[in-house]
């Protein structure tokens, strides 16, 4: 079946430095890929998202390329901020289902 | 506009008790799904409503059901409680086209 494995966490930086986040994903149809952010208490929210093969998904300065031919959607940030630490989600969707598969996710903490 | 919202915020149950959580989806929303976020781990899909039925299904036991009603809002009940049913529980609403917006979830605890 469909799955997303992210890379295992937690991941402690320290302010301006570079991050990136590990994402693979296994699907039978062609995927919709997601970043997913849930801060502490709080619900999930969409970070950036890309539909189809070589697209970038981008915002507030984080990005992520989809790529097909490594079945990878890996999460990258050139300065990361204190305010960046949350748990990231790492998702995928088969166009039309509206139905998420998440992978474990990846607690980042960024210190000052 | 409101977004999802759900209710109770947060909950605890005693073992083989029953639960309802409730749901209200984002405004122009018509798809209703609810997943389960276990302590430390990713949400896992438990059922997705559509039209007042159940359109998908995780894997998830009989013990978990819901409904769906003509103003789209949904519930969530559980039956039987274990302890293992302790967990975040999200709502999330959709409609074609639009991305799929999450609740703030409910927090079970099973004592």
């Known amino acids: 079946g469909d799955s997303v494995t992210q890379m295992e966490g937690p991941v402690t930086l320290s302010e301006e430095a570079f991050l990136t986040i590990n994402c693979t994903y296994t699907?039978?149809?062609?995927?919709?890929l997601f970043w997913y952010v849930q801060y502490p208490g709080e619900g999930l929210q969409l970070l950036l998202k890309?539909?189809?093969?070589?697209d970038k998904g981008s915002n507030k300065g984080f990005e992520a390329t989809y790529r097909k031919e490594t079945t990878s959607f890996h999460l990258e940030k050139g300065s990361v901020q204190v305010s960046d630490s949350a748990v990231y989600f790492c998702?995928?969707?088969?166009?039309?289902?509206?139905?998420?598969?998440f992978g474990q996710g990846t607690r980042l903490t960024i210190n000052p | 506009d409101a977004g999802v919202t759900q209710s109770p915020t947060h909950l605890i149950k005693t073992r083989g008790q029953q639960v309802t959580l409730r749901c209200s989806p984002k405004?122009?929303?018509?798809?209703v799904s609810w997943y389960q976020q276990a302590l430390g781990q990713g949400p896992q899909f438990i059922f997705q409503?559509?039209?007042?039925?159940?359109?998908q299904r995780g894997n998830f036991p009989d013990r978990f059901s819901g409904h769906q009603f003509p103003n789209y809002s949904s519930e969530l009940n559980v039956n039987a409680l274990l302890l293992g049913d302790s967990a975040l529980y999200l709502c999330?609403?959709?409609?074609?086209?639009?991305?799929?917006?999450f609740g703030q979830g409910t927090r079970l605890t099973v004592v």
């Open positions: 405004s122009g929303h018509d798809t």
């Open positions: 890309a539909t189809k093969a070589d």
């Open positions: 999330a609403s959709s409609w074609v086209g639009e991305r799929i917006r």
């Open positions: 998702a995928l969707n088969i166009q039309g289902a509206q139905k998420l598969v």
């Open positions: 699907a039978t149809g062609y995927p919709s």
């Open positions: 409503y559509y039209e007042e039925e159940e359109r």
